[in-house]
């Protein structure tokens, strides 16, 4: 849970949005919190929509927690991040082309 927490954004931010993941009523940072600690155990819920948060797999949040990480990787580019990368990609094809049909 902490993996994802981290990945994620700030504790407030994460126990929110992750309240709205799982379609709880309440949920408190204190619950998460001790959800990290290991006081209490975590709802099948919550591991599904803190994977789901943190962009990634259950597998690989529970690999990376067993092997003791202390961050997970930072997630692929998505949304903005792609389209401008696919923008970088076009704009590079533009100048090769235009470069071609110069006069020489």
């Not at 700030?10 to 126990?15: D, G, I, L, Q």
């Not at 799982?22 to 929509?49: D, F, H, K, N, Q």
């Amino acid at each position: 849970m902490k993996l994802a927490r981290k990945r994620y954004g700030t504790m407030r931010r994460f126990a929110s949005d992750l309240r709205e993941a799982m379609g709880w009523p309440t949920l408190s940072v204190a619950a998460v919190y001790a959800w990290e600690a290991g006081s209490t155990r975590i709802p099948a819920v919550a591991l599904l929509a803190a994977s789901n948060l943190a962009d990634v797999s259950v597998d690989q949040l529970l690999r990376a927690a067993a092997e003791g990480a202390e961050r997970l990787d930072p997630p692929a580019p998505r949304g903005a991040d792609q389209l401008a990368d696919k923008l970088m990609i076009l704009e590079e094809r533009v100048d090769q082309l235009e470069s071609r049909l110069a006069p020489q």
